[in-house]
């Protein structure tokens, strides 16, 4: 069955250091989507991403954010200088359509800010 | 924009016994509604989800909910619960024309053998 696959599972960094995390959305799917989870919190929705560009975005999806599809498989979220805040688990999602679809989940990257 | 409340924080039960977790939504007309479920190391998995048609939806792992527009609800529900049932479930709410899902913020389902 295909499913959305992110790297790394887990990813640690300092303070003010840039962290790309990385998704595979699955082929054939056209929406990508980039949703957090703080720890012990709801998951919010961060920025979804369609045709090579940002189709919305959340207030928390600031300037310190972006993403990227630098490929035909690859679809990134980059955190610019990361702060304590950012520590979260992070979900890549995607679907084939925008309406009446479901979304898939990747299993997530968990962000360790220190 | 729409809402999702879950009531509960963490929900016990024993193993066999029935379950029904709270969802109720807030949207100005019938919205999408879904349930995840998050596994421990897992990523969040779509049980079921309506759209539109018949009220109760039946999804993966025996599990059911039933939209009840009166009552803004999405309650999901299963007749025995399995010891593997112990998760995060998470309910969510997308608005038509624009699928987004917004997150509630998630039952902890604690099962007793």
């Known amino acids: 069955e295909p499913e959305v696959t992110q790297t790394p599972s887990h990813q640690v960094t300092q303070m003010g250091q840039e962290v790309i995390l990385r998704c595979v959305p699955i082929?054939?799917?056209?929406?990508f989507y980039w949703y957090r989870q703080i720890l012990g919190q709801k998951v919010e929705f961060l920025v979804s991403?369609?045709?090579?560009?940002?189709?919305?975005k959340s207030e928390i999806f600031d300037d310190q954010f972006s993403v990227e599809r630098p490929d035909g498989s690859n679809f990134t979220l980059k955190i610019r200088s990361t702060k304590l805040e950012d520590s979260a688990m992070y979900f890549c999602?995607?679907?084939?359509?925008?309406?009446?679809?479901?979304?898939?989940f990747g299993q997530g990257t968990r962000l360790t800010v220190v | 924009a729409q809402s999702v409340t879950q009531p509960d924080i963490h929900i016990t039960v024993s193993e066999g016994a029935s379950l029904e977790l709270r969802c109720n939504y807030s949207?100005?007309?019938?919205?999408?509604l879904f349930w995840y479920v998050q596994s421990p190391g897992q990523g969040l998995q779509l049980l079921l989800k309506?759209?539109?048609?018949?009220?109760l939806v039946q999804g993966i792992k025996g599990f059911e909910a039933e939209f009840k527009r009166s009552q803004s609800s999405f309650n999901l529900r299963k007749p025995s619960v399995h010891w593997s049932d112990a998760a995060e479930y998470f309910c969510?709410?997308?608005?038509?024309?624009?699928?987004?899902?917004?997150f509630g913020r998630g039952t902890s389902l604690i099962v007793h053998p």
């Open positions: 949207y100005g007309a019938t919205p999408y």
């Open positions: 969510a709410v997308g608005a038509r024309g624009s699928y987004i899902p917004t």
């Open positions: 999602a995607s679907s084939e359509d925008r309406k009446n679809t479901e979304a898939f």
């Open positions: 991403f369609y045709n090579n560009e940002i189709s919305e």
């Open positions: 309506y759209f539109s048609g018949d009220t």
């Open positions: 082929s054939n799917h056209l929406y």
